[in-house]
């Protein structure tokens, strides 16, 4: 695997692409600029890695956009050392890009295939998330809960209650619900009752799937 200077170049196009479309928040430029997207990807697409478009990856999933990564992580505001759960963690390179925010990364990936190869592989590039799971995104981490943000990489058909309830007051859940497009949400817990939402727009993922294979 290597990382050319041909490659660095086209990471700065593609942030500038980014900040073209509304992204304002440098720290998550920065991230996109320093991770190599094309490591988290089949060879044949190589060339294609730094262009703002979802890609196929392992087990009929795919790498999102790259607006869209940069996008869910502006919402979640993270500061450093913020407790972040991830629901599904495909390629690993939205879960780098948290590493990269300085959050403690949770992350939970439904598909045994991608589970094992990401976590080898996030390991051989330096990312170290703080827990990696085979499981049920629907139910989230309760033994690690309260999480600071939580982060859904699918679309959901609804908004699963126990990542509502696994948010500290203050915490954020990004999340796209609907079939296709998916209308991007963000909840805001404001206190042990109540959550505050708002709606971002359309957004294409791939579904969310229940209970782990």
Same mark, same amino acid.
């Given at each position: 695997m290597k990382d050319t200077t041909r490659h660095q170049g086209k990471r700065r196009q593609l942030v500038q692409i980014l900040k073209d479309k509304g992204i304002t928040n440098s720290l998550v430029l920065k991230a996109i600029g320093k991770i190599p997207r094309h490591f988290f990807m089949d060879s044949s697409f190589e060339h294609h890695a730094y262009q703002d478009k979802a890609f196929p990856i392992a087990a009929d999933q795919t790498i999102s956009q790259p607006y869209t990564v940069a996008f869910q992580s502006e919402l979640l505001e993270i500061e450093k050392g913020h407790n972040v759960l991830e629901i599904g963690t495909g390629s690993g390179y939205q879960t780098a890009v948290l590493c990269e925010l300085g959050a403690k990364v949770y992350s939970i990936e439904r598909q045994q295939e991608l589970y094992k190869k990401?976590?080898?592989? !996030?390991?051989? !590039?330096?990312?170290?998330?703080?827990?990696?799971?085979?499981?049920?995104?629907?139910?989230?981490?309760?033994?690690?809960?309260?999480? @600071?943000?939580?982060?859904?990489?699918?679309?959901?058909?609804? *908004?699963?209650? %126990?990542?509502?309830?696994?948010?500290? *007051?203050?915490?954020?859940? *990004?999340?796209?619900?609907?079939? @296709? %497009?998916?209308?991007?949400?963000?909840?805001?817990?404001?206190?042990?009752?109540?959550?505050?939402?708002?709606?971002?727009?359309? /957004?294409? /993922?791939?579904?969310?799937?229940?209970?782990?294979?």
């Open positions: 990401t976590k080898l592989f !996030l390991t051989k !590039l330096g990312y170290r998330p703080r827990y990696l799971s085979f499981g049920d995104g629907y139910k989230g981490l309760p033994e690690y809960a309260p999480f @600071d943000s939580i982060i859904v990489t699918a679309g959901a058909p609804f *908004v699963p209650k %126990p990542l509502l309830a696994q948010l500290k *007051v203050g915490g954020k859940l *990004v999340i796209p619900v609907g079939d @296709d %497009p998916q209308i991007m949400h963000r909840y805001i817990r404001t206190s042990a009752t109540s959550f505050e939402k708002k709606e971002y727009g359309e /957004f294409r /993922f791939v579904p969310l799937l229940e209970d782990k294979n």
